[in-house]
T-cell receptor, first 116, second 113 residues
Framework: DGGITQSPKYLFRKEGQNVTLSCEQNLNHDAMYWYRQDPGQGLRLIYYSQIVNDFQKGDIAEGYSVSREKKESFPLTVTSAQKNPTAFYLC???????????????FGPGTRLLVL | DAKTTQPNSMESNEEEPVHLPCNHSTISGTDYIHWYRQLPSQGPEYVIHGLTSNVNNRMASLAIAEDRKSSTLILHRATLRDAAVYYCILRDLNSGGYQKVTFGIGTKLQVIP
């Protein structure tokens, strides 16, 4: 079955530690995205990538970094500079670069990050 | 960006129809109306989208007002599995390339057995 996988489901971070969240898709989608969701809140965009080796900052990129070395993979690193990382992180992809309004985003199951 | 307004929460009895409203009074002529839903502890999933005409699919129906300033997502028979947060968002046809998707707080639907 095609889809988006995120791992791990739960992740614990110690103070001063960098952690990396995995996101893989086998849908052959061009664009991929990372969102953060805090309890009772909507989704906020962290980073997005339209093609391999290219990515752009979203609304809350500070303290995060990404890479897009392969079309199917878009890992997110939460660095020690992110002072409040506890949240639910969602990865998404969309199939049609350039279709704008018609594009549908497909989401992964999410990773819940907790700070020890 | 054009904004949407939704009620924070709604209740429905199981097996009854549900009408989830969305106001978008500043919508432009090139904005598509999209609906997603998010089940507890899961990622959002696409439900339906439309531009001007009413739309139907296996999950739901979308009724769009003639002036396009509001729309309604219709679940024909609510089940317990439909309990989720429903998001109404606008996407600009003229954006080209990537356009940021803004998910607000949405409407939390509770289905009562």
């Amino acid at each position: 079955d095609g889809g988006i996988t995120q791992s791990p489901k739960y992740l614990f971070r110690k103070e001063g530690q960098n952690v990396t969240l995995s996101c893989e898709q086998n849908l052959n989608h061009d664009a991929m995205y990372w969102y953060r969701q805090d309890p009772g809140q909507g989704l906020r965009l962290i980073y997005y990538s339209q093609i391999v080796n290219d990515f752009q900052k979203g609304d809350i990129a500070e303290g995060y970094s990404v890479s897009r070395e392969k079309k199917e993979s878009f890992p997110l690193t939460v660095t020690s500079a992110q002072k409040n990382p506890t949240a639910f992180y969602l990865c998404a992809s969309s199939p049609q670069l350039g279709q704008g309004a018609r594009e549908t985003q497909y989401f992964g199951p999410g990773t819940r990050l907790l700070v020890l | 960006d054009a904004k949407t307004t939704q009620p924070n929460s709604m209740e429905s009895n199981e097996e009854e129809p549900v009408h989830l409203p969305c106001n978008h009074s500043t919508i432009s002529g090139t904005d598509y109306i999209h609906w997603y839903r998010q089940l507890p502890s899961q990622g959002p999933e696409y439900v339906i989208h439309g531009l001007t005409s009413n739309v139907n699919n296996r999950m739901a129906s979308l009724a769009i007002a003639e002036d396009r300033k509001s729309s309604t997502l219709i679940l024909h028979r609510a089940t317990l599995r439909d309990a989720a947060v429903y998001y109404c968002i606008l996407r600009d046809l003229n954006s080209g390339g990537y356009q940021k998707v803004t998910f607000g707080i949405g409407t939390k639907l509770q289905v009562i057995p």
